[in-house]
Each structure stands twice: as C-alpha cells, then as structure tokens.
C-alpha cells in the first residue's frame, strides 16, 4: 500500500531553508553558474570533426612514413591535477600527455583499439544512435579481452578529443538507484515519478526534463537505501530525493547528482560510513576523481556536506566499543592517501573528523547505529541532523 507523502511542519526545514540561501548566495557572489546548469555536451558536428582530425593526423603520419601516434593527457598523476574550490579537481591546461604508438609491441594492440572504437562512436554519431559500454565489448569480445579494457579506452578517448562521455553517443548501464519526490522525462519522452514508498527506480542515463525537488541524501549503501526505504523515510522527510550509487557511483549517479544540483541548487547531503572508503566516495560525489578529471565541470558538485556518519558521532552517541572495526593496514593508507589530497585543506572540519578516526583507530558502518535502536537512523539521526543543521 503506497503511502501519500506527508513530511514534517514547515518549521522542520528552517535550518535547511537558511543552508539553501547561503548555497544561492555564494553562487551570486562567484558569478553564478550558465544558464543550461553547467553542463555543456559537444554537438553532433564537433565530435565528427574531432574524430576527422585524429583520423587526418594518422593518415598524414603514413604518408610521411612515420608510425602514427596517439597522444593522451596523463590521468593516473596528481602533478597533472589541480584543485579549485568552485570545481573541485580538475586537469592542468599544460599536463604531462602519454603516447601511444603503433610501432611498439607495448601499446600497438591499444592504439588498434582506438582506432576501432573511434570508429563505431563516428558511425553511432553520424546516424544518431546509442549504444551501451557492454554493447561495443560484444561487438569483438575476443579482440577486447575484458569490459574493463573497453572502458578505459573510452575514458582515453574522450579526454582525448576533449568532449564529454556522453556527447560519444556511448553510455553504460546505470547501477544506482532513486527514490522521492522527482518526476522527470527521459530522453525518448518517457514520463517517470518517481515515489516515496517502498521501491526506487534505476537511476537514468539521459534525462530531458525534472522537476519537483526539495533536498537530495546521497547514501553510500545500497543496503543502507533500502533500509530507508523500508522505514518510510521518504515519506516522512518529504519532499526530498534518495540517490545511492551502490558504492562508488558510476558516471549516471553522479551525472543525475550534478543535474539536480544544477536545476535546482538545492541542498546535497551524503551519508557514508564512518570509514576512508565511504569518505572517499563522497569526495568523489563532491570533488571528483583523478580518472575523470578531465570532465570535473560536468561531475562534481562542490555545494555537497557530510550528513554522517561523522567519527565524532560515534563518541557523542556512546556507540560501544565492541560494534567498531579496527581499521586495517590498507584503511590506514587509504586515510593517510585522502589527508594528503589538495581539497582537504580547505575543509578543516573534514580534517578533524579523520584525525579522530587516526587516532582511534576504529571505523564504523551506518549499521552501528542499530545498537542504539533498529530504527534509530531514519526516526532519530537523520532527522535532527537536517533539523538542526548537523552536518560538516
């Protein structure tokens, strides 16, 4: 039985309301953002130009009888990364670039695959179709080896050309999933409403149009999702919007994530576990990845806070010893390795946080908090924290 959003008074969001009028506020005083909401796909005839002139560039080469040469931006060094508040990580103007030649036994099967994939993305252009990451793997399986090394091409690609993923006609089979209070049209006019039940829908690869939103959670969890999902949250927080990518969210999450931000400017929340693989998922939701950097204007949405779980709550809320985790030897690195990222030392905050987590040396999972009642976070923590304005 479906349950009509009720959602608390309106005195509830006073606290949220303020935060959305200084997020509104800081964006006049940087000079707001386009009108199209920030996001800028290539055109049809860009993208076929750019391809045009790889191509031109390969056939010159052989007709000087020199071995063609693909040359890509480095994306794997962080001495080609640059961090800017507003943007979030984002790739130097002059990087270090890498070649791929195709008379070298290390890097002819990759630049073969290049020019292979280039291909199918012209003709996809050309005649205005789409198709799936999965889709050009089965095209050649054998040839290709595995999904991954069809991915990373793709990436290379569109740094390459210096147009975003989407505007190559290639999209991938979305993991994430969303719930609440969005209706919006996909892009073949399918209309979708979304609810504040029990159930969520697929998180879309191309919208058109959406609209009524109020705040959006991203949760880390998908079991963490569906938990709230079953305790009503939803319904009881509406009007809001639930996003979770499962994980590390794929390149439709985060894509839904910066368009909702940008159409509405509402605000963004995340909640993750109290530990430094869920904190670097959400700076890769706030701030982006050094893998996609190239395409930070499109991505990251710096106007994200932590909601939770913070590792100060853990101590606040006499969360027993025995329901933490120690935190491993590669928990350690990975901790040690975010500290060290350039968007850390603009958020002090964020530091304090996992200093405590340094020194104690323990992680928790959201799940900790069902010691202190099954349904203490979609009934007791989540609400006062956006009641009250505990977030980071």
């Not at 101590?315 to 060290?340: A, C, E, G, W, Y």
Request: hydrophobic share 40%; proline share 5%.
């Amino acid at each position: 039985m479906a349950f009509a959003p009720v959602g608390p008074e309106a005195s509830f969001f006073e606290v949220l309301d303020q935060h959305r009028a200084s997020l509104l506020a800081a964006l006049r005083r940087g000079g707001g953002e386009p009108a199209d909401g920030g996001t800028r796909l290539a055109s049809s005839s860009e993208v076929l130009a750019s391809i045009e002139s790889v191509i031109q560039d390969v056939i010159t080469s052989l007709a000087r009888n020199k071995a063609p040469v693909f040359t890509i931006d480095n994306r794997s060094s962080w001495e080609n990364i640059k961090f800017e508040d507003s943007v979030g990580l984002q790739m130097v103007p002059h990087c270090t670039r890498r070649k791929i030649k195709s008379d070298s036994p290390k890097s002819v099967k990759n630049f073969a695959l290049i020019l292979k994939i280039l291909s199918i993305i012209y003709k996809l252009v050309q005649s205005n179709t789409y198709a799936t990451k999965r889709d050009i793997y089965y095209t050649d399986s054998q040839l290709f080896g595995n999904q991954t090394v069809v991915d990373n091409i793709i990436n290379d690609i569109s740094c390459m050309l210096k147009v975003p993923r989407m505007s190559l006609h290639i999209s991938s089979t979305s993991k994430g999933l969303i719930a609440g209070n969005l209706r919006y049209i996909e892009e073949d006019g399918t209309k979708v409403h979304c609810t504040c039940g029990t159930t969520a829908v697929a998180v879309p690869s191309n919208i058109q149009g959406i609209r009524n939103a109020k705040f959006l959670l991203i949760v880390e969890k998908d079991a963490t999702f569906q938990r709230l999902l079953d305790d009503n949250f939803c319904n009881r927080m509406s009007p809001c919007i639930m996003v979770t990518g499962k994980g590390v969210p794929d390149l439709n999450t985060r894509l839904l994530v910066k368009k909702l931000w940008d159409t509405f400017h509402i605000p963004v929340f995340t909640l993750v576990d109290a530990d430094p693989h869920g904190i670097e998922i959400m700076c890769i939701y706030k701030y982006g990845s050094m893998a996609m950097s190239f395409e930070a204007h499109n991505l990251t949405v710096p106007a994200i806070r932590w909601l939770g779980l913070l590792p100060s709550d853990i101590k606040r809320l006499n969360i027993p010893r025995d329901t933490l985790i120690p935190l491993t030897k590669r928990d350690q690195m990975k901790l040690d390795s975010v500290l060290k990222r350039p968007y850390v030392a603009c958020q002090p905050f964020w530091r304090k946080e996992m200093e405590i987590m340094a020194d104690s040396k323990m992680k928790a999972e959201i799940q900790a908090l069902t010691f202190l009642s099954s349904d203490y976070l979609s009934r007791v923590y989540l609400p006062n924290k956006l009641k009250f304005g505990g977030w980071i």
